[in-house]
């Protein structure tokens, strides 16, 4: 169970939430909302333990399973299988078992042997006890409901991408609390953020299952709606404008019924109370230019102040960054080329024999399963990798823009303001500090490290960056990520205006619609064809 009360929040000087008292037992499903830069991502990470409040009481108890929006995974050179099985300490009990039974092969002398056999079976108890190769079959299933496929599982972490380490993060959380798990692991509180992103749409569909069915408290970040509308049972709204949590005991459906219908009784009310002053005032004005009725008209004035300002507040509309990506550079025919790039980790060999010709102004979608080496692709045509034969070649003008996915464009330990002048460095100060503000990023927000942003705050800055930069040709990975339904709209709609050069990784069916793409790229073939709208059914696949 997690309480919290009088629960104070900050970014810096300002409130993000104040006085709120929280609850989250088992039973609960509760999806926390509110627009990019509430404070949902830093609310999760304090009652998951990984952040300090700024005031109040906060109480945990019971198992926490907690996905970050960017996990950071610590010894990247153990396997994804055992990453999982770390979860139940069932990776370090397999390595001590083999250790033990190669001992009890080994050894000659009698002595030797029965210890390792002794110890093989005090291991073996305890593994039986965590629930034994019936949990390795459980965590093996998570991972293929998840889109790990058994070559992944054998892999590193270090050679994985950054959405397949997402997701091994995630099935370590789910193996953690799943009712395989010994002990009533199905107990666990699941803080989870964003736990959509990186999956396939299949991949979804078992999670929102596997949620649905989670005896444990939980409270998930999604802009996934369909998963809110099938799994919360509650729903927290985070107010940014007021600094409050608004808290509805209600599925998802209900709660933008309630919403609805309270907006619309507020904004009736101060309708009305408005009117109702107006006239009071204008009486008042009349009878304040006598004195013997001046009294009667400051009561008036007072019964009008009073009629408005006992009403509940009518909630604002939120605010969404501007987004216009660049006017392009001039440049040549073909600004980028790419001949024979092949990439490989180890013995893996992701993809070889790549060839593309980014055009001027051109439109390219590259899709291919998770694992296919679509993000490694972006990243080598974006000189953030070397490919191991073959070259990337730029092209009379190239002017490269690059949005990742796991936001490695930012220096997270600097400013928001050092980022953006990083990006744009030949750009004049007021220039730029006007274009912060059309991506809602104003006053102390500046001097904010990039690390402490939410997620999508992050996408903002990192989109502010590719607006500065004059780029021709934009390679974007995954860029309606994290996003609310009103900024994905907005980039949606930068998409559809920009008139330079991209080549686009993603999930979002709506981004390629907006993109209009010429051609698909499909890894990992690395094959060409022209786009048609047979494709579209691939791309939530991919």
Known sequence: MITATDLELRAGSRILLSDASLRVQ????IGLVGRNGAGKTTTLRVLAGEGEPYGGDLRRTGELGY???????GDLSVTAKDRVLSARGLDELLREMEKAQTAMAEHADDSVRDNAVRKYGRLEERFSALGGYAAESEAARICSNLGLADRVLAQPLRTLSGGQRRRVELARILFAASEAGAGGGSGTILLLDEPTNHLDADSITWLRGFLKGHSGGLVVISHDVELLGDVVNKVWFLDAMRGEVDIYNMG???YLDARAADEKRRRRERANAEKKAGVLMEQANKMRAKATKA????NMIKRAEKLVSGLDDVRQSDKVAKIRFPEPAPCGKTPLLAEGLSKSYGSLEIFSGVDLAIDKGSRVVILG???AGKTTLLRLLGAMETPDSGEVIAGHGLRLGYYAQEHETLDHSASVWANIRHAAPDTGEQQLRSLLGTFLFTGEQLDQPAGTLSGGEKTRLALAGLVSSAANVLLLDEPTNN???ASREQVLDALRRYSGAVVLVTHDPGAVEALEP???ILLPDGS???????YLELVQLA
């Open 26 to 29: 088992a039973g609960d499903r």
């Open 518 to 520: 010429e051609r698909v």
């Open 295 to 298: 009294v009667a008209a400051q």
């Open 528 to 534: 060409e064809d022209h786009w048609s709208a047979e």
């Open 483 to 485: 996003l609310d339904p």
């Open 369 to 371: 399963l998770n694992g």
């Open 67 to 73: 996905l970050p929006q960017d996990p950071r995974e």
């Open 252 to 254: 998802w459906k209900r």
